[in-house]
């Protein structure tokens, strides 16, 4: 016979109602009898599994039907996932968290002018911009950089200049063929393919046979790589230690001095222009490859598990009209399941060409988009007085004069386009009148630099029907924003991501060609304004790494027209 | 037809051959245990959120501590004492005022509850839910999916939070007595 008064304090426990006196009484039961713990279980257990089986069962259904169920969740509210996203990046954030702060209150207004189409034969393809990469950053882990300007993530082309590492550890591969693991804090200077200058960390080299000769200055010693792997330790107020682990090298302490030749498992520590050999070497105390490649991939793995955990309370906002995040799907999947609990929430995208790949980290879905025919497309009908888009792309190239993120082709008033130009600028527009002074239009300036190109990025575009406002952002910060010109009710109807598909006889030779070259993992469209703090929070947590926090906007003045 | 049953991409798709091979076998386990440890940690932290964060940092202390788990031994068991002492480790620094008191979490857990979260009881509990009538379903609905404490769904269906609590409370009865008798018949078979 269970004990009833037992019952009515576990369930109290579990809707978190208990008062002190009860859990007083509670805790005691527990403690005195065997079989209050077996019931404990029986109750709670049930807690769990009821929260996994109402999350599955709801979540496969379609959409309008949980949307009915949803009318009872009058305003579901974000502030409550904003609030939760706060307490949640706390925990998430491993470095860098300092910065993160610092960003969120720091906006940056754009204001942007409207543009004739005339104007974008005038615009410079993103490709133009000159590079001079001498190397690359191939792998990084705990990275926090000691100014704005180093903010180079994984992946990143590498010019002449200072890395300047306070902590965690990067590998720079040169184009010449050498690579080099960087323990922070650290400050690396790059100088050519071949040449690199150590002022201050701990660095190895591993140099393959086209590279050898390359070269590593510190101020006390020059090391030549003859053969293969070497150690390079300079720590404040230590001598600086040359250790080699394969092949030889040459070290050279200054011009009056011959350069002296050190084998496998020699050393020296150098000190007062002296070098005196090491009793042994030990190339444990650098970080290997493989163990810089473990700690990034654990890195990346606990990003993702913690975006899974809050993308989903994106579902339950009342507004969510589509949230596709491409999970859970498998590769032959032509559609792709809306996970928007909304009540005007819209069905399920259909898939048209494009292929499974890899989003943000390894294992995360994504589609991408490179054939001309390649789109998704899903029906949001209804009017909406605001609008709010969210994404994470990673551009490939921007070969058409428009590129299409989301757009429609009703070709009614209030019709609402989000593109990207040839130059890297984002645009939004809504349709007023016929022809093309009829657009109201927010252009930003050029803000897909050839150094995002090819990484992922989030990117936002916000109609605001209350302020009558519209903003573009780019990775969770203000790229542009002006006042709208007319106010009117915003349609969308059959909306296409990355392509677009008008009636040929409707649209100019010219224009006709808009389809997306990259990938996609995430898209989110909302019927009500999103602020730019939640656009930021949505930025922070969504980043594939902790790293990619300060400077992505460093501008690139190459580019800029 | 159609019928490719391999996810895309897979789980250990891209830079497998960073993690050992041991870390990624036990992330895999986590991975397939992950819906009862959400479970039991729900039992020891009702509230949904604490609940997920604590999760997280087993998955974390998993990750990390691959190396010392015993392969072929109780892989859940395992995971369940990292959560247990992880959530002593926070109630420790912060502590509220609805989770237990650190003598009786270490009392229940020697009640070996590992048995109570079994993945049968999910696919049951599914069925169970469906079975409701429409308004315990509902109850179920705004707590569970929406994660609404009861003075929200109070506000929500324009209800007293009493009235709220005493249909949370018969809703679950009927959902246990559904399980049970689910367990009764696989047992049954």
């Known amino acids: 016979m269970i004990d009833e008064r037992l019952i009515v304090l576990l369930d109290a426990y579990l809707d978190g109602s208990l008062s002190a006196e009860e859990k007083q009484e509670l805790e005691r039961m527990l403690l005195e009898s065997d079989a209050a713990r077996r019931h404990f279980w029986d109750r709670t257990s049930l807690h769990g599994w009821t929260y996994a089986a109402a999350k599955l069962n709801y979540g496969a259904r379609p959409a309008e039907e949980v949307a009915r169920e949803r009318r009872q969740l009058r305003g579901a509210s974000f502030a409550t996932l904003v609030s939760s996203l706060r307490r949640f990046g706390w925990k998430i954030a491993l470095a860098g968290a300092a910065c993160v702060v610092a960003l969120v209150f ?147 302490l200054d011009s009056t001095n011959p350069p002296q030749l050190l084998n496998a498992g020699e050393g020296v520590r150098i000190s007062s222009h002296r070098a005196e050999p090491m009793a042994e070497v030990n190339s444990s105390e650098f970080l290997s490859a493989e163990e810089l490649a473990r700690r990034e991939s654990a890195e990346l793995r606990t990003r993702y598990q913690g975006w899974k955990q809050v993308d989903r309370m994106l579902d339950s906002d009342s507004a969510a009209l589509v949230h596709l995040n491409f999970e859970e799907q498998r590769n032959l999947d032509r559609n792709l399941i809306n996970r928007a609990g909304g009540m005007r929430a819209s069905g399920q995208a259909m898939i048209f060409g494009c292929d499974w790949v890899d989003g943000r980290w390894p294992g995360k879905g994504a ?57 890297g600028s984002m645009e939004l ?89 990259g990938r996609m993992d995430e898209f989110t469209l909302l019927s009500r304004p999103l602020s730019s703090e939640e656009i930021r929070w949505m930025y922070e947590f969504g980043k594939p790494r902790e790293t990619l926090n300060v400077a992505r906007l460093n501008p690139d003045s190459s580019s800029a027209p | 037809m159609a019928k490719d049953t391999q ?64 392969e072929g031994t109780n892989f859940f068991a395992w995971a369940c004492t990292i959560a247990r002492y992880k959530l002593l480790e ?86 246990q007595e559904c399980l049970e008798r689910g367990l009764r018949q696989e047992g049954a078979k």
Request: charged share 25%; net charge negative.
């Open chain 2, 90 to 175: 926070s109630l420790r620094r912060r502590a509220r005022s609805q989770e237990l008191s650190e003598e009786v979490i270490e009392a229940l857990c020697a009640v070996e509850p590992e048995a109570q979260f079994d993945d049968s009881r999910l696919v049951i509990l599914q069925q169970c839910l469906e079975q409701l009538a429409p308004k315990a379903r509902q109850m179920m609905f705004l707590r569970y999916y929406g994660e609404h404490s009861p003075s929200e769904i109070a506000q929500l269906v324009s209800w007293t939070p009493n009235a709220v609590r005493v249909a949370l409370s018969r809703a679950r009865s009927v959902l």
């Open chain 1, 106 to 252: 720091w906006n940056r207004f754009h204001a942007a002018d409207a543009v004739d189409e005339e104007d974008l034969a005038t615009e410079v393809p993103v490709e133009t911009a000159v590079t001079n990469g001498i190397a690359m950053l191939t792998r990084e882990t705990g990275v926090v950089w000691t100014s704005e300007t180093n903010s180079v993530e994984a992946g990143s082309q590498l010019s002449p200049g200072w890395l300047q590492l306070k902590s965690g550890a990067i590998q720079v591969e040169f184009e010449s063929g050498a690579s080099v693991i960087v323990e922070g804090p650290a400050e690396l200077q790059l100088i050519s393919p071949s040449e690199a200058r150590l002022r201050s960390g701990k660095l190895s080299a591993h140099v393959p046979e086209p590279a050898h000769g390359f070269k590593v200055y510190t101020p006390d010693v020059t090391v030549t790589d003859l053969g293969t792997e070497f150690g390079l330790d300079r720590e404040p107020s230590k001598p600086v230690e040359v250790e080699v682990f394969e092949g030889k090298v040459e070290v050279a």
């Open chain 1, 367 to 423: 589609l991408q988009f490179s054939r001309a025919t390649d789109k998704v497309r899903l029906i949001v009908p209804g009017q909406f007085q605001s609008l709010s888009y969210v994404t994470w792309v990673r551009v490939d190239s921007l070969p058409n004069a428009w590129n299409a993120l989301a757009l429609v082709d009703t070709f009614k008033t209030g019709e609402t386009h989000w593109q990207l130009h040839r130059n």
């Open chain 2, 7 to 70: 996810p895309n991409p897979p789980q250990d798709g891209g830079d497998a051959g960073a993690l050992s091979d041991k870390t990624m076998r036990i992330q895999q386990l986590f991975i397939k245990h992950q819906l009862g440890l959400r479970a039991f940690i729900l039992s020891l932290e009702p509230n949904f959120t604490d609940a997920e964060d604590l999760l997280q940092e087993v998955f974390l202390v998993v990750t990390r501590k691959a190396n010392e788990f015993q």
């Open chain 1, 429 to 517: 527009s809504v349709r007023q009148v016929g022809g093309k002074s009829g657009w109201d239009r927010l252009l930003s300036r050029p803000i897909i630099t050839r150094a995002l190109l090819g990484h992922w990025i989030q990117l936002a575009a916000v109609y605001d029907g209350d302020e009558g406002r519209m903003s573009l952002y780019l990775n969770g910060r203000q790229v542009a924003t002006k006042l709208a010109r007319w106010r009117q009710p915003l349609t969308l109807g059959t909306l296409e991501l990355g392509n677009w598909s008008p009636p040929a006889a409707r649209a100019g030779a010219g224009y006709l060609l808009r389809e997306f070259h």
